[in-house]
């Protein structure tokens, strides 16, 4: 969301250490200049330059389990999708207190700054390659080594019926709100668990922060990268979905018939109503994030503002 803030403070890090942990890629090549870069909520990347090469070095700050989780799903994704490369992997604590990997450098800005800095027509030309990598990400084989994390259906609605019967998220909300949510989600709950009862590789934090785009050799946009996998998970396909338009009035009901084009070309299945589904299921999460004990009015004051615009369009819709 765009008022998130930190999860954990950034680490910082300096010229000796960077240099001692890239030394199995650089060996003893100097290093020419280094910068911590903005965004991301949980973990730290630094971009390093070193002869003409440019380097990621990204530092975890939660758990040795979502290094773990990362680097063996990129190492298997790597072949098939454009995501970071792994190039070296620590955990020793050699050279760092915490894990990190490195990575060649992804050229491009992120879906979020394209759409802000170009026009609506550049925006559309995005759409169906959006659809089409989604639906590969759907595809992508995957191991249970690689991705643990399980997103039920059943369970994501029950969590969701428990925050907001009772508890912060109906506190933050207000009573009527959360009864209109919950009696459209306990509407729904029959036909999106029939709906959704595949499990598929998703990404989990799919979206404009975490997609990049560059200008191809063609002179045209196209996506180079999708990074940020620590959220990878197994479960419905249309996680992304609702992840990726959360936001609705960012992207144009053209933008949205050309993202199901490429989805559908790209051998993915959406279900009737498939923006509604989707959105119904990203709620859960905006729910959850609602009932966090951390006092975030700016990130709630969001939350609250989608549940109201996406409560209010469904009363003439159905799932």
Request: aromatic share 8%.
């Amino acid at each position: 969301m765009s008022s998130d803030p930190r999860y954990h403070p950034l680490i910082d890090l300096g010229r000796r250490q960077i240099q001692a942990m890239l030394r199995p890629v650089l060996g003893d090549a100097e290093l020419h200049e280094f910068a911590r870069v903005e965004g991301g909520l949980v973990n730290t990347i630094y971009r390093v330059r070193s002869d003409g090469e440019t380097y990621a070095l990204r530092v975890y700050a939660a758990n040795d389990h979502a290094f773990e989780s990362e680097c063996g799903l990129l190492k298997i994704l790597a072949q098939k999708l454009p995501v970071p490369f792994v190039l070296f992997a620590d955990a020793s604590g050699q050279h760092c207190a915490r894990p990190y990997l490195v990575y060649r450098w992804l050229d491009g800005i992120s879906l979020n700054e394209c759409r802000r800095q170009s026009s609506p027509e550049t925006l559309l030309t995005l759409a169906e390659p959006l659809g089409r990598l989604l639906a590969q990400i759907a595809g992508t084989a995957f191991t249970a080594d690689s991705v643990s994390k399980r997103m039920r259906v059943a369970t994501l609605l029950g969590r969701a019926e428990e925050q907001l019967r009772a508890g912060l998220a109906r506190r933050r909300l207000g009573g009527e709100l959360a009864d209109r949510l919950r009696d459209w989600l306990n509407g729904s709950a029959s036909v999106l668990r029939a709906l959704v009862q595949t499990s598929v590789l998703v990404h989990g934090d799919f979206g404009g922060r975490n997609v990049l785009v560059k200008v191809g050799e063609s002179g045209g946009w196209e996506i180079s990268g999708v990074i940020d996998w620590e959220e990878a998970a197994a479960g419905s396909a249309l996680w992304d979905v609702g992840s990726l338009f959360r936001y609705t009035r960012r992207y144009s009901g053209e933008f949205r018939a050309l993202f199901a084009r490429g989805y559908s070309a790209a051998g993915g299945k959406l279900p009737p109503g498939w923006l509604l589904v989707a959105r119904a299921i990203d709620v859960t999460r905006l729910v959850a994030i609602l009932s966090e004990e951390r006092e975030l009015p700016g990130v709630f004051a969001e939350c609250v503002e989608l549940i109201e615009s996406i409560v209010t369009e469904k009363e003439n819709y159905h799932c």
